[in-house]
């Protein structure tokens, strides 16, 4: 059974930067579409970022010009870059993929 590894995660300040990490344990990546997910205390899960299996990529309005998804299908990994983090960005952020969540990481944004 395929396993998500999310990593990363962490507290920082607001505008600072952080990278995230997700990791397969198999060789999925290459064939399927990946989506950066998160949920702030109190709130629904929303998506953030997602990339398609060609490397087109789509971003929630309130993060779009701050964070970049990519893949690197050769090491099963699919990165979320965080720029000018805002402490609304806070949360627990989760990797997806064909119905498969990781276990999540924590990202804290202080101001």
């Known amino acids: 059974q395929v396993q998500l590894m999310e990593s990363g995660g962490g507290l920082v300040q607001a505008g600072g930067s952080l990278r995230l990490s997700c990791a397969a344990s198999?060789?999925?990546?290459?064939?399927?579409?990946v989506d950066w997910y998160r949920q702030a205390p109190g709130k629904e899960r929303e998506l953030v970022a997602h990339?398609?299996?060609?490397?087109?990529?789509n971003y929630a309005d309130s993060v779009k010009g701050r964070f970049t998804i990519s893949r690197d299908n050769a090491k099963n990994t699919v990165s979320l870059q965080m720029n000018s983090l805002k402490p609304e960005d806070t949360g627990v952020y989760y990797c997806?993929?064909?119905?498969?969540w990781g276990q999540g990481t924590q990202v804290t944004v202080s101001s």
């Open positions: 997806h993929i064909v119905g498969i």
């Open positions: 198999g060789s999925i990546f290459r064939f399927n579409n």
């Open positions: 990339i398609t299996i060609g490397g087109n990529t």
